[in-house]
């Protein structure tokens, strides 16, 4: 297992575990769109990235049919950094208006969630190979 996989592994870990100590923050950033409350997508989200960061651990002798669970769990991960990125996006409008540094990080963050969908594609990459 590379080095990038396993510190993708552990940032799923460590963010989803995150979701259950401090969720009233992330509650705060989940689009009103979505069915529920917030606290409920608060909680699936953490569940998700703990789960995803666990299979990226899982050996390759591990498999669902034929396919690894570490190669399923690669593209979860990049599911799972799509689906949050409306979330990102509330977060940078609801703090446009807030005092420097916080509007700065809640935009930076936009853009580097394509750093993520470009990490969970290498991985998928090297693992398809």
Not at 35 to 60: F, H, Q
Not at 61 to 66: A, L, N, T
């Amino acid at each position: 297992m590379n080095t990038a996989t396993r510190a993708l592994a552990a940032m799923l870990i460590v963010a989803g575990v995150a979701h259950f100590f401090f969720p009233k923050a992330l509650d705060a950033i989940v689009p009103q769109f979505l069915p529920g409350g917030p606290r409920l997508w608060t909680y699936l989200s953490g569940v998700a990235e703990v789960a995803i960061g666990l299979a990226l651990l899982a050996p390759l002798s591990m498999k669902i049919g034929s396919t690894p669970i570490r190669l399923l769990a690669a593209y979860g991960a990049l599911f799972l950094f799509i689906a949050v990125y409306p979330a990102n996006i509330k977060m940078a409008i609801d703090w446009r208006n807030r005092p420097m540094p916080y509007p700065l990080i809640a935009f930076a963050r936009l853009p580097l969630q394509f750093g993520l969908f470009y990490w969970a594609w290498s991985i998928i990459k090297a693992l398809k190979r």
